[in-house]
């Protein structure tokens, strides 16, 4: 025989919930008190109400039968008459019958009766009993809310916390056991390089102190989002060995004037205790942006924890043996007193990493991941300039993700393929039916793609598709830029009229193809791109008829303590020269774009047949196509028999 048991569950509780179920017992005990009160005292009410009598019973009686009626006591203070009978037993209390303010018929009506009546006023005690028990309400109320303070303050992480604003919120380990090093950070070989040098000094300063040299006191992380400044973090505590302790920029800060300060007060004060030690603050603008900026007065709270800052990283007292390390992904607006030497010796430049640096991103990210053996990681890190660390490692997840979601047991190119196209692009959506509306899109997608194929200066195309993606993406032709020229941005003016040339090629072929009067708003930012890039070769690059002078710098935006309006380099006549420039190289390049369209339409239409039929064409097909079709070779095409 089989006994079957039921074992509940053990539910562990923190101090903090533990805490609130105390607090939530003593209200219910109190609130359990006052009922009791009123309960207790609901039996002399119903006591007195038994033993009352109206006034106008009274009034009958002493006329009636007023023999009945032994003696009257009338209490002007409380407004009662107290009646006792001569059949009423002694030790019975008299009735008791409520007054009104003045009550002369009364009083006649006794005298008129012969009753004994007596006036006896007693102390009026109502209003000090009514103020003693507020008073007993209020200390009870507050004797137990000091009592929930006092408990919830003595729980670790519990609501008492409130009481030490001026505590520090960094996180302590004496030994970060973060679980990545040096050998999990790769791509950016110059910055590991320099903070290798400071896990050095902290495991080996000898080394260091033999010849001079003396330990930094900060180092700041420069780099655009995603490129690896907190993982390079995470690697110094994992390899330092010594005590580590992390925080945000935005944690200093709180609404109340003085506490940011006290915090940093106390986050050194706790690191020296410690030393030799690592501090790590990340996005450190969110405290250390420029004094002095704004509308109103610059004592604000930022400012008084940005100066405290100041002095416990070089100030009258020195800090041997922490080094500071901060990250931000904006050092323009950052006070320049934080980024002297003696606070920041070093600054360290994280930049995306170029084509070595990818292919080593994603060997690290591909540990874990199962490839099919035709993936080449060299070409999805010849896919992928200008992407970084967290985009490399959100492009493999996005694989593996599709991979599973087809049912497939290793991640192939088709899925990184997607992926790419997702992460840059958006999501893929259902092809659009046989339509004017699909053969338009084809149009204008074959317009570039084919000036991406002839242009001499452009870079080769990668691919043509016209199924729609999320946002309004109808179809896209894709290139594969030249990595060296965009990482140095070393940008020729052929490429880059090239550039706006294609960019003004699916408007072309929409008015050659269809007129000009069935041109649509598809080319809507084709066109803007176009008017940012003249006008960048215009008044930045000197690549116009103006000469060689930068009237735009690519710092001109609008910041607090930097001004408050942008402030034009040149006069009204230079803009104006500056519009027309910027107009006739976007002109001409469109001139150029319709006459490549033209000369090629019967070209336009079997491509757009093919596209039409296929709904993606790679770049090598379209080169090819472009080969067999005109008889002369292109740039990218691979050798190919031309056929009539």
Not at 188 to 198: G, T, Y
Not at 312 to 324: C, L, R, S
Not at 429 to 435: A, E, G, N, R, Y
Request: hydrophobic share 40%.
């Amino acid at each position: 025989m089989k006994i079957s048991r039921t074992v509940k569950p053990m539910v562990s509780r923190s101090p903090a919930a533990r805490v609130s179920q105390q607090a939530a017992k003593g209200v219910v005990t109190l609130i359990w008190v006052v009922v009791q009160a009123l309960a207790l005292g609901a039996p002399a009410i119903a006591n007195s109400e038994r033993n009352s009598m109206s006034y106008s019973q009274l009034l009958k009686k002493l006329e009636g039968d007023k023999q009945e009626i032994e003696k009257v006591e009338i209490d002007p203070a409380q407004k009662v008459a107290r009646v006792r009978f001569r059949n009423q037993d002694k030790n019975a209390p008299p009735q008791e019958v409520r007054l009104f303010d003045s009550n002369p018929e009364l009083i006649s009506k006794l005298r008129d009766s012969g009753v004994e009546y007596e006036i006896r006023r007693t102390a009026d005690n109502s209003a000090l009993m009514g103020l003693l028990a507020n008073l007993l309400i209020f200390v009870v109320l507050l004797g137990g809310l000091l009592l929930i303070l006092r408990r919830s303050a003595n729980a670790p992480g519990g609501p008492g916390q409130a009481m030490n604003f001026g505590k520090s919120r960094a996180r302590f380990q004496m030994e970060a056991k973060t679980g990545v090093t040096f050998d999990d950070v790769a791509g950016i070989e110059e910055a590991k390089e320099e903070l290798q040098e400071v896990v050095t000094f902290l495991k080996k300063p000898e080394k260091f102190t033999a010849v001079g040299a003396r330990i930094p006191k900060g180092v700041l992380l420069i780099g655009p989002p995603g490129t690896g400044k907190t993982l390079l973090a995470k690697a110094i505590a994992g390899e330092a060995g010594v005590p580590f302790f992390s925080i945000s920029g935005s944690e200093f800060v709180e609404m109340f004037v003085g506490v940011g300060a006290s915090r940093v007060r106390d986050l050194f004060k706790k690191a020296k205790e410690s030393a030799p030690c690592i501090v790590f603050i990340d996005e450190i603008d969110a405290v250390g942006r420029q004094r002095g900026a704004g509308i109103g007065g610059g004592n604000d709270e930022r400012e008084q924890t940005l100066n405290q800052l100041l002095t416990e990283m070089d100030g009258f007292e020195g800090n041997t043996g922490i080094i500071i390390i901060a990250a931000t992904n904006r050092p323009d607006v950052l006070d320049s007193a934080l980024l002297r030497p003696g606070r920041f010796d070093r600054q360290v430049t994280v930049d995306p990493p170029s084509y070595k640096g990818r292919l080593q991103i994603l060997e690290v990210h591909a540990r874990n991941k199962r490839l099919e053996p035709n993936v080449s990681l060299e070409a999805i890190a010849r896919r992928t300039p200008g992407f970084a660390g967290a985009d490399l490692a959100n492009l493999l997840n996005e694989a593996a993700i599709l991979t599973a979601r087809r049912r497939k047991d290793a991640i192939g190119m088709a899925e990184i393929d997607d992926a790419i196209d997702r992460i840059t692009i958006g999501l893929s959506l259902t092809p659009l039916l046989d339509s004017k509306k699909k053969r338009l899109i084809a149009y204008h997608e074959v317009g570039h793609a084919l000036l991406m194929t002839l242009l001499k200066n452009s870079d080769p195309l990668n691919k043509v598709t016209i199924i729609p993606r999320s946002g309004g993406v109808g179809g896209f032709a894709q290139q594969a830029f030249n990595e060296d020229m965009i990482d140095s941005g070393l940008y020729t003016k052929g490429w880059l009229t090239d550039r706006i040339t294609i960019a003004l090629g699916g408007r072309a072929a929409e008015e050659v193809v269809f007129g000009p009067s069935e041109v649509t708003a598809g080319a809507s930012g084709d066109i803007k791109a176009v008017a940012d890039l003249a006008r960048e070769m215009v008044t930045r690059y000197g690549m116009s008829d103006l000469g060689l002078v930068a009237l735009e710098s690519s710092g001109n935006e609008v910041f607090l303590g930097r001004g408050f309006m942008a402030r034009n380099e040149y006069s009204e006549e230079v803009a104006t020269q500056i519009d027309n420039q910027v107009r006739e190289i976007a002109f001409r390049c469109y001139g150029e774009a319709v006459r490549i369209i033209r000369e090629h339409r019967s070209l336009v239409d079997y491509l757009v047949d093919r596209l039409l039929d296929q709904e993606t064409i790679e770049g090598d097909q379209f080169r090819q196509i472009v080969t067999e079709y005109t008889g002369m070779p292109v740039k990218g095409s691979v050798p190919a028999t031309v056929t009539t």
